[in-house]
């Protein structure tokens, strides 16, 4: 995904060196307004042509895998289960799956964010004791470090 963006950045930023802005664009009608601004200078639009076709390639492939990773996902009954809790898509459950292949061995649920290197924000004063959203532990970066 990061490298179809710094495509389109690439463009916009070819087309403002000739004063053309794009404008605010649908994914779908950027490629036809981009070559509605180059039609009129040949080598403008020889320059993006190739780029327009990277993007077309790319943005396909990235539609191929997602395709496949979602028939991965759905085809694993713990991916589905996964993904049934908010914000769990199909590329985190089966991240999860892979990394933890047998919860059996984690005694409580909290222990799998340790053992990933994640820790939940604490915030403690006198009596209070506040367990928040997870942040990644600075003393413990890789995945299973202890």
Known sequence: M????RLVLSVRGILRNFCLKLGRVSK????KRVRELTSENAMLSDVVAPILRLRR???GELAMMSKRIKTLAKSDATCRQL???????PVTAL?????????ARFRRACDIGAWA????????????DVSGEIT????NTGAGAR
Do not use: N, Y
């Open 2 to 5: 990061e490298g179809i963006v």
């Open 28 to 31: 779908g009608r950027w490629e």
């Open 57 to 59: 390639q790319m943005s």
């Open 83 to 89: 993904m049934m809790m908010p914000g769990m898509g």
């Open 95 to 103: 991240i999860f799956v892979t990394a933890v292949d047998d919860p």
């Open 117 to 128: 290197g994640l820790k939940p924000k604490r915030s403690r004063s006198g009596e209070r």
């Open 136 to 139: 990644r532990s600075r003393r």
